[in-house]
């Protein structure tokens, strides 16, 4: 399964955006998909996650301004990201939970102050 991630962009704090996952194949069959991202010198870590069926999971640092979504027909996960700060700054990809599939180059997300 091939991944691509886009809607990045630079917004202010305060700001929203709405990142989309494209997968080249049905994502039905995988229980976890995640949204992850990857700060500057820091580890890529997990921010959300959302089962086949719709159970959500979040980082403490996202809980109540992102919200993880998949729709499984259109083989597409999303991240709604709201209340921005720049320490949401990073590189975001999707991926399985764990992430076993390639990672691709992923979406940049840049939040100024």
């Known amino acids: 399964v091939q991944l691509q991630a886009s809607g990045g962009g630079l917004v202010q704090a305060g700001g929203s955006l709405r990142l989309s996952c494209a997968a080249s194949a049905s994502l039905f069959r995988i229980n976890r998909m995640g949204w992850y991202r990857q700060a500057p010198g820091k580890q890529r870590e997990l921010v959300a996650s959302?089962?086949?069926?719709?159970?959500?999971e979040y980082a403490d640092s996202v809980k109540g301004r992102f919200t993880i979504s998949r729709d499984n027909a259109e083989n597409t996960v999303y991240l709604q990201m709201n209340m921005l700060k720049p320490e949401d700054t990073a590189v975001y990809y999707c991926?399985?939970?764990?992430?076993?599939?390639?990672w691709g180059q992923g979406t940049q997300v840049t939040v100024s102050s």
């Open positions: 991926n399985a939970v764990p992430g076993v599939f390639s």
């Open positions: 959302i089962t086949r069926t719709g159970t959500t």
